[in-house]
């Protein structure tokens, strides 16, 4: 059972940056795309961004020009630069690494909170 692990959250100011990571416990045989989904507290689940198996990134306008998603493919791991943050950032992120187009079909972190707040 493939397992995905989050970390970076935390508490930051309005206008701080955070790093998110996710990293699979294990290689994962035709991966198509990896990613960041967030959740916050009554709102629906949102897509942020995801990177392609040849690089290629989507983000959502929301997020576009602060956020940057990366990846270290000899670590299995993921990475969300998030800059510029905003009170509307406040969520629970959620990594999902999978085999589908925009994190279709995929295997879910258990997810990392992330408050900005003064």
């Known amino acids: 059972q493939v397992q995905l692990v989050e970390s970076g959250g935390g508490l930051v100011e309005p206008g701080g940056s955070l790093r998110l990571s996710c990293t699979a416990s294990?290689?994962?045989?035709?991966?198509?795309?990896m990613g960041w989904y967030r959740q916050a507290p009554g709102k629906e689940r949102e897509l942020v961004a995801y990177?392609?198996?040849?690089?290629?990134?989507n983000y959502a306008d929301s997020v576009k020009g602060r956020f940057t998603i990366s990846r270290d493919k000899d670590k299995n791991t993921i990475y969300l630069q998030m800059s510029s943050l905003k009170p509307d950032d406040t969520a629970v992120y959620y990594c999902?690494?999978?085999?589908?187009?925009?994190?279709?079909?995929?295997?879910w972190g258990q997810g990392t909170q992330v408050t900005v707040s003064s």
């Open positions: 999902v690494f999978a085999l589908g187009p925009r994190l279709v079909g995929g295997h």
């Open positions: 990177i392609s198996s040849g690089g290629s990134t």
């Open positions: 294990q290689s994962i045989v035709g991966i198509n795309t």
